[in-house]
């Protein structure tokens, strides 16, 4: 499958989840996956994907004159990284106190949040963004596949929406990208596997939607369980010891099993493709 073309449209869906300060996804919350506990945590659905800023900004160009022409152009990195508004049809609430580090407080059927609250603690975020694709090489020209891209680690402030009457105005959200040294599920980018040890957005052909989850050892617990069912065992990719691709972990309906125990405190995940449908 490396290596094929694909043409996508759309914004079908938006996942995200925490970082910690490694850059090493922890879970869906503020406290991330309990030691021990054996269904972890997943990516969580984002509902009302509409529109986000991912498009990289183009090189500067600097084109020296003499002789009242041009004589050379240079081409230097943009000094800007994808940035500016994620628009959403859906807001959520309890979205907007993780990413602002604030509290949702419940009281009885009423839950009150904060917007542009003093002493705000961006969290470091993590997105995963998928779009419909099909491929477009060989016999396979106009299968269904998938566009994925990740967002490894970003800072997202709620902005709310114009009001305006009778017109609808999406809730925008401010997104911040930096680059990361390595992916959500603790890989760390290297020359050899990359050909970089940095970049802000992961790009990712799949024939499936794709998922990743995670759950914290306490040098007891051995197998964990999955949220999602796997398309198939093959496309599930296990990870430990930060990042350490894991090969001799097992796979068994929803459930893995890594081939060592991992430590305490230590964070392991796994990247696997589902259906679409049950996303």
């Not at 016999?139 to 596949?145: D, I, N």
Request: with cysteine.
């Amino acid at each position: 499958m490396a290596g094929e073309n694909r043409i996508a449209a759309g914004f079908d869906r938006i996942f995200y989840g925490v970082n910690n300060s490694d850059g090493i996804l922890i879970g869906n919350d503020a406290t991330g996956a309990a030691a021990g506990n054996t269904t972890g945590q997943s990516l969580l659905r984002l509902e009302g994907a509409r529109t986000i800023p991912v498009a990289i900004p183009e090189p500067e160009r600097v084109t020296v004159t003499g002789d009242n022409e041009p004589k050379v152009s240079f081409n230097f990195p943009s000094a800007d990284l994808p940035q500016g508004i994620l628009e959403m049809a859906v807001r959520d609430q309890s979205f907007e106190a993780l990413v602002q580090g604030t509290k949702e407080q419940v009281l009885g059927d009423l839950s009150i949040g904060s917007l542009m609250p003093s002493g705000a603690n961006s969290r470091n975020m993590c997105l995963l963004l998928m779009r419909q694709a099909k491929k477009w090489e060989g016999a396979a020209r106009g299968s269904t596949a998938w566009e994925i891209l990740f967002v490894p680690t970003c800072e997202i402030t709620p902005l709310y929406a114009d009001i305006t009457e009778r017109q609808f105005s999406p809730y925008r959200y401010s997104i911040n990208l930096s680059k990361s040294a390595r992916a959500p599920w603790g890989a760390t980018f290297t020359e050899g596997l990359h050909g970089t040890t940095e970049m802000p957005l992961v790009p990712i052909e799949s024939d499936n939607p794709v998922m990743v989850h995670a759950w914290q050892g306490n040098a007891v617990v051995q197998a964990f369980n999955l949220a999602y069912t796997p398309k198939t065992i093959a496309k599930v990719h296990a990870f430990m010891n930060n990042g350490v691709h894991n090969p001799g972990a097992t796979v068994a309906g929803l459930t893995v099993t890594y081939g060592a125990v991992p430590a305490n405190g230590q964070y392991c995940h796994a990247l696997y493709e589902v259906d679409a449908g049950d996303l």
